[in-house]
């Protein structure tokens, strides 16, 4: 019996100490808010005529697509111990080009596909080249991918001649807004793709080689792990992603506004790689962390939408939630609390005893 | 240097660390205008007895005395304040500031404005003059000099407080003979100022080019002091390993009984190989099953060789032939490629990944040589981890468990069996029993024994000649970044030979030289 409670108590313990158990709790109580807000906020309504599912948990999960996108990116090239910081851009440089190719082409599936192709292979291109600065060149991370964060959105504008471009293609609006058995598309293809890039990094060698580049660089060149090539990888996948979430972020509008498209992007996918377990110092990485942490991300930007807070109050509100999650991941504010109610208890049973 | 009463005097020093006595007893002289070196292997207690003068470490018992006056330091700063200045190995300057901005950091003359930089230039030139460094340009940044000036500055910098006491912390590790030549100049220019310099280095010959005075540590003890002219080279390094020749003598006696002949072609053969600044180039042979001892003093050159034969550092000199064919072997990769592996000594840096488990560390190299899209099944891995442990006696045996939380002698095995799960035909290993038990180096021995019985080169490194000898079948013996010399090991051969060698060569050389 009491081998019964230990163990659970041990199980409660290691439960708590993931970091992105506390991401779970963070989105049940954004949705709590939300539910005092308007009790019927979590209904899930099914329109027969359409065979769609709607309400608020639907457009979350809609408007979670791009963030997850970019916060597995994200998650990899943090394992290598390196950061990002072009994803927004990359993600608005892929809208550019599809809405440009589209908007010069008729309506047809081929096209559509032509036009995904092209702008995902730019992505590619532009996340290989923050690859070849980091490994090849040898730059910091944070610095070539500050550079191609804003040279992409200069890309962005010279592409579309600044303005905000608007084309007509069903089947590519269809990657964002259509629905395949009630659900969105969109999310649909974001948790394959996650999926897949899990299957990627944990069935093949390549998790524990980004892991072990992270941990030790030198200790795992001698080991004869290919840190160069690797990090090329990574980062170019991290492109790939991002564009992805680009083709999202505008498929679902067939508008590019080469100013506000991933705009800042950029932050949110670190927030989500930290609040899932991630350390920036590179090392272990969780992808099914990084996973909740966009959740997390998109079920805030909702929670501020819908609970009708200014916008000019929005950023304040997101980093309020986010240092609170983040205190309350922190080891060392977790034992103050331990501290402090041993204490409590300590003198409620000195006053019982006296 | 006669007649003058110390300037430093350290009396029964004693500094314990948990479950170390790290120095007992110590005592240590130092007269204004000399240049005392400060001798002994690695551990023997030189950088804590350092340390210990620059108030890094509080002594737990006995006595300093600067200029005669019994000081307390609590700090860095109190041992500065005394007059005491230290040059560290590495070089600790900014590299994106001036060389003027470098001397002076923290010593800006300062006026009514701010600091007067035209003040603290000519602060700087002037400590600069008295360093024979008045060439410089003090506008230039730092990062455009070469390591050695770099080096200089570092003193310089030192100096700019009038130190009566400078310390020098292996200035030379990374400098070449000529720019060794300078930096002597500069320290006889200083104690003929008066300055009382302690010198620490691993180079013999520079010990008896510069220093007046030698004291010799070994294993936290106070060994010995003694004027340079009077301790020859044979009777320093017996000292320093603290066995008389008999007993060295009778130690190489134990070797194993069988010696291998090495016939036909060479599994590897190098001509020149070499990098500069930290390898002369170099040739040797290796033959399949034969050990190759590398014996010679730390800082000799031996770990920067073996790095040069795995790609570890890119070779800039030199040709190798592997299996009779001219091959490039430029990057580790590339080495695994070729059946070459390489165990670092530094286990804790290049070695192990700390927060991998041992499975994982186990598994990385042979991973890393398949590629990452060639992945090994759990149940290959475990097949892998499980010999190994098995094999090598790794306590505890499991796999889950980080590598940080094993010994270092289990640490070591496990390193050991990582790259004996790459299927080596070449394992060379640096320094592969330093720091762990006896039970755990017996073990690793003799699985080089076994290795090389089953047709495997090792190329074998230790600082214990008793070791080298025990195992080799082959000795190149190293000095000052060259091979000085090769012997086919033999009943005849000894560890005392072994320090004949690399005595006699030096005092050969000084005879010359003078």
């Known amino acids: 019996m ?4 230990a163990r659970l108590a041990a199980g409660r313990g290691a439960i708590v100490r993931n970091q992105a158990f506390w991401g779970v709790i963070a989105i049940a109580a954004l949705l709590a808010i939300n539910v005092v807000a308007d009790p019927g906020y979590l209904s899930v309504g099914y329109n027969g005529e359409t065979g769609r599912l709607s309400g608020n948990l639907i457009d979350i999960l809609r408007a979670a697509a791009p963030i997850l996108m970019i916060a597995v990116g994200m998650c990899l090239v943090v394992a290598t111990g390196g950061i990002d910081l072009s994803v927004g851009s990359i993600m608005v440089v892929a809208g550019a080009v599809s809405m440009e190719l589209l908007r010069g082409m008729d309506g047809s599936a081929g096209n559509a596909a032509l036009t995904l192709a092209i702008a995902l292979g730019i992505a590619t291109a532009l996340g290989a080249v923050n690859g070849f600065l980091v490994s090849v060149v040898g730059l910091q991370p944070f610095i070539s991918t500050l550079v191609m964060m804003l040279a992409g959105r200069g890309i962005a504008k010279v592409i579309t001649g600044g303005q905000n471009t608007t084309a007509d293609n069903d089947s590519f609006a269809w990657l964002a807004n ?42 795992s060149r001698l080991a004869g792990v290919k840190r160069r090539s690797l990090q090329l990888t990574v980062y170019s996948v991290s492109g790939l992603l991002a564009g992805i979430a680009g083709v999202f972020a505008t498929a679902s509008v067939m508008t590019v506004d080469v100013s506000r498209t991933g705009y800042q992007l950029e932050l949110d996918a670190i927030l989500a790689v930290v609040i899932g377990g991630t350390s920036l110092a590179g090392g272990k990485f969780s992808i099914g962390g990084a996973v909740i942490g966009g959740l997390l991300i998109a079920t805030l930007d909702k929670t501020v939408v819908f609970l009708g807070i200014p916008a000019s109050a929005t950023p304040a509100f997101k980093a309020i939630v986010i240092v609170v999650l983040c205190l309350l991941q922190s080891e060392r504010v977790r034992s103050l609390f331990r501290h402090r109610r041993a204490l409590r208890a300590q003198s409620q049973k000195e006053a019982v005893a006296a | 240097m006669t007649g003058a009463p110390p300037i430093v ?120 003059a008295t360093l024979g460094l008045e060439q410089l340009d003090l506008r230039r940044p730092l990062a455009t000099l070469s390591l050695a000036i770099q080096q200089l500055v570092a003193i310089s910098r030192a100096m700019v407080t009038r130190p009566k006491v400078l310390i020098l912390d292996e200035p030379t590790s990374s400098l070449d003979a000529n720019e060794v030549a300078n930096l002597f100049t500069v320290i006889r220019k200083l104690r003929d100022q008066g300055v009382a310099i302690l010198f620490v280095t691993h180079f013999l010959d520079q010990v008896y080019a510069i220093s007046d005075r030698i004291t010799v540590l070994r294993n936290g003890g106070f060994v010995g002091e003694y004027p340079t002219r009077e301790l020859d080279r044979t009777t ?21 009984s069988h010696h291998y002949e090495p016939r036909g072609e060479p599994l590897l053969k190098a001509e020149d190989l070499g990098r500069k600044g930290s390898s002369e180039p170099t040739d040797l042979e290796l033959h399949q099953g034969e050990v190759l001892g590398l014996a010679g003093l730390l800082g000799s050159g031996r770990t920067e060789l073996a790095r040069l034969l795995y790609g570890a550092d890119r070779p800039d000199s030199g040709t190798v032939w592997l299996r009779g064919r001219k091959t490039d072997i430029h990057t580790p990769t590339a080495a695994l490629a070729h059946r070459i592996a390489f165990s670092s000594e530094n286990r ?55 590598i940080k939380f094993l010994s270092g002698g289990n640490q070591q095995k496990v390193l050991l069996g990582r790259w004996l799960a790459t299927e080596p035909d070449l394992l060379i290993l640096d320094e592969p029993t330093r720091g762990i038990d006896v039970g755990a180096k017996a073990e690793i021995q003799a699985a080089v024994a076994a290795l090389a019985a089953k047709g495997v080169a090792v190329v074998f490194i230790s600082s214990e000649l008793e070791e080298v000898v025990r195992l080799s079948d082959r000795i190149i013996v190293m000095k000052d970044h060259r091979k000085l010399a090769e012997l086919e090991n033999g009943p005849h051969v000894t560890a005392e030979t072994i320090v004949a060698v690399i005595a006699d060569e030096g005092d050969d050389e000084e005879g010359d030289s003078e």
């Open chain 1, 178 to 219: 259509g629905y395949v058995v009630g659900v969105p598309v969109v999310f649909l293809l974001a948790i394959a793709i996650v999926a897949l890039v899990w299957l990627l990094v944990r069935r093949s060698a390549l998790g524990l080689m980004l892991e072990a580049i992270g941990m030790d660089s030198r200790a």
């Open chain 2, 236 to 256: 320093l390094i017996s000292k320093m390993i603290g066995k008389d020749f008999a007993t060295l003598r009778s130690l190489g006696s134990e070797r194993q």
């Open chain 2, 9 to 128: 005097e350290m009396t029964g020093i004693s500094i314990s660390f948990p479950g170390v006595k790290a120095l007992d007893a110590v005592d240590f002289r130092l007269f204004p205008g000399e240049v005392h070196t400060l001798m002994g292997e690695n551990g023997a207690g030189k950088s804590t007895l350092i340390k210990a003068l620059t108030g890094v470490y509080k002594i737990d018992e006995g006595q300093i005395l600067v200029a005669g006056e019994e000081r307390r330091f609590g700090g860095t700063a109190d041992a500065q304040a005394a007059g005491i200045a230290t040059v560290y190995q590495e070089v600790n300057l900014c590299a994106n500031l001036s060389i003027g901005e470098n001397v002076m950091l923290g010593h800006e003359v300062r006026g009514p404005f701010g600091i007067n930089w035209k003040a603290t230039h000519r602060a700087a030139a002037e400590v600069l």
């Open chain 2, 348 to 402: 804790r840096d290049e070695g192990i990944i700390r927060d991998l488990s041992v499975r994982e560390n186990l598994v990385l190299a042979v991973q890393a040589k398949r590629g990452w899209f060639r992945p090994l099944s759990r149940k290959e891995q475990d097949a892998l981890t499980r010999k190994y442990l098995t094999e090598l006696n790794v306590r505890p045996a499991d796999p889950e468990r980080p």
């Open chain 1, 2 to 5: 009491s081998d019964l409670a």
